[in-house]
């Protein structure tokens, strides 16, 4: 993520934009005040920066995702027009009552053409807080906010007061929920890309190992560890196995622990060791570069169980929710034909569904 996407998150997180109309906003920038203008099919603005490039500076950039932000409330606010699981319908749809259960109150509903009774399944039974504010945690967290700055975006645009500990077990909560959906999506990939990265948890480093494939560039398994021997490499694998075919071609750097996971587990595999020079596995380098840039705002780890969920989560944005111009601008899993969704919200609303 660049500096000024990421100063545009930070404004945003601060509650610097604000709407005069439709097209056109005021982001403040520490003492003064700039006007974004959508115009003529593109954003702009009067600040010196975008005036000297010509190109999207921090203040777009904070449009762009309170317009995002805006989408989500959207999308979230449509939760309430339920269809009658009976006849599709939700025009005779109406709320009844509130019923408790062990993870708290669920909200009722009556179709008066079935005369059927059914709760609404949105995956925010029992959270005190309103839907599209976690959602819109999720989003921001693994666009660049730390959990901190997170909390003050959601006391400054939807007066929530929570503690980043609260957003962190949101986040929590559902990756797992996410993770184990998107675990049990298929794809077909000819050639894997696989590399491993070092991070600090409590000033030790362990690795991030993960597995790419090589035409969408979605990121198939990854593996937290701390050695990086054969064993590692070998989990590495067999967490690819579990959601994509056989490769016939496995790209990885030259260490040795590659070469003979590879060989004990795919006998009939292509085996091609590249170096930084030859960029064969460049793919996998600029994943692992947009990662890091993201981990080092975090600073460390507490845990390797934290580490473990920022991995699966970055990964789950990675695949279905960041835009790609090398893909012409789709998720990989767009690209890759097997998800459409877009965003936190319909990817829990799916992952629920699939549990049920």
Not at 283 to 306: A, D, H, I, N, Y
Request: hydrophobic share 35%; glycine share 6%.
């Amino acid at each position: 993520m660049s500096k000024r996407r990421n100063a545009g998150i930070k404004l945003l997180a601060e509650g610097s934009v604000m709407e005069i109309k439709e097209g056109k906003f005021i982001v403040r920038s520490g003492t003064r005040n700039y006007r974004v203008t959508w115009s003529r099919d593109k954003w702009i603005c009067e600040c010196p920066d975008f005036e000297k490039r010509n190109k999207k500076c921090k203040h777009i950039y904070a449009v762009m995702y309170y317009l995002a932000i805006q989408d989500i409330k959207s999308a979230v606010s449509s939760l309430d027009e339920m269809k009658c699981l009976q006849c599709g319908k939700s025009d005779m749809v109406i709320k009844k009552g509130i019923r408790y259960n062990k993870s708290g109150p669920v909200q009722q509903y009556y179709c008066k053409r079935c005369k059927r009774k059914f709760s609404a399944r949105t995956g925010f039974s029992g959270m005190k807080k309103r839907a599209d504010a976690i959602v819109s945690a999720l989003d921001l967290y693994f666009r660049g906010l730390s959990l901190r700055q997170v909390a003050q975006h959601l006391k400054a645009s939807y007066n929530i007061q929570v503690s980043h500990k609260t957003v962190h077990n949101w986040i929590k909560r559902y990756v797992r929920l996410v993770n184990e959906f998107v675990k049990s999506v298929k794809i077909e990939s000819s050639r894997w890309h696989a590399d491993e990265t070092v991070v600090k948890v409590k000033g030790e480093h362990i690795r991030i190992w993960s597995l790419l494939d090589s035409e969408t560039r979605l990121v198939i398994a990854v593996h937290i560890s701390k050695s990086r021997g054969v064993d590692e490499a070998k989990k590495l694998f067999e967490n690819g196995l579990e959601k994509s075919s056989k490769p016939d071609e496995v790209v990885t750097d030259g260490l040795k622990s590659y070469e003979t996971a590879v060989e004990q587990e795919f006998s009939d595999v292509i085996h091609v060791q590249s170096s930084l020079r030859e960029g064969m596995n460049n793919k996998m380098e600029r994943f692992f570069k947009e990662l890091k840039r993201r981990v080092k705002s975090l600073e460390s780890f507490k845990t390797s169980e934290g580490a473990k969920t920022f991995a699966e989560g970055y990964s789950i944005f990675y695949n279905f929710i960041k835009e790609h111009q090398s893909l012409n601008n789709k998720t990989p899993a767009q690209f890759a034909g097997i998800i459409n969704n877009r965003n936190w919200l319909e990817l829990i609303q799916r992952a629920l569904e699939a549990k049920e």
